[in-house]
């Protein structure tokens, strides 16, 4: 078994009560219909960092909070697809609406310019679909129990001594409530793109990218 300490710890803030969230919450917490889990597509972590913003999506867009992102002709990675990408795990972090926030870099040495991908908590109260919610456990004991050495992870973010290559599953999402803000990222670590894996299915230990 592999543990990576982080340098932060859990404290009181990452105690505190989380609510359910608000922007495109049904979409965070969900899959589209038909979703085969044993079949994702397998991108490479800068293909999924160079995607731009999706277009004429805006701010909180009302068209989107509980409808996935149309894809356009010829777009080949639509909003609600599924994949599975390798990278560079620097940071976990928890979240006022019960995610897991993990931040992901292509890099070994640096882990700006990330992806962002995240885990609903699987309680009923903030995932409804049943099935979904052992895939959204088994992912967060996971990190827990080989990276956090069995806790909660900060609510500022919980670094990796030492980043650790991983793989992981997910849903691309758009953050359309973050389309004209500064970039995100905890601990200076900032994301590359508005894309996530939202919500995250599976993750698992990888060989050291090439």
Known sequence: MRTFLCVAVLTAASCAAWSQGVERWPIKTSVPDGTS??????????????????????????????????????????EGKLVTTTGWLYLVGGEGDGDYHIQISGSASTGDHCLIVEVPNPDPKFTASTDLRPKFAAVREFIK?????????????????HPVPVTVTGILFYDDSHVGTPPRGKKGMKAATLWELHPVTAIAFAPKPK
């Open 145 to 161: 129990a080989k990276m956090l050495a069995g806790k909660d992870p900060s609510t500022a973010g919980s670094v990796m001594t």
């Open 37 to 78: 889990f044993s079949k994702p597509d397998k991108v490479a972590i800068g293909d999924l960092l160079a995607l731009p913003d999706a277009p004429g999506v805006v701010h909180n867009d009302k068209r989107y909070q509980s409808a996935r992102i149309p894809a356009k002709a010829g777009d080949k990675f639509p």
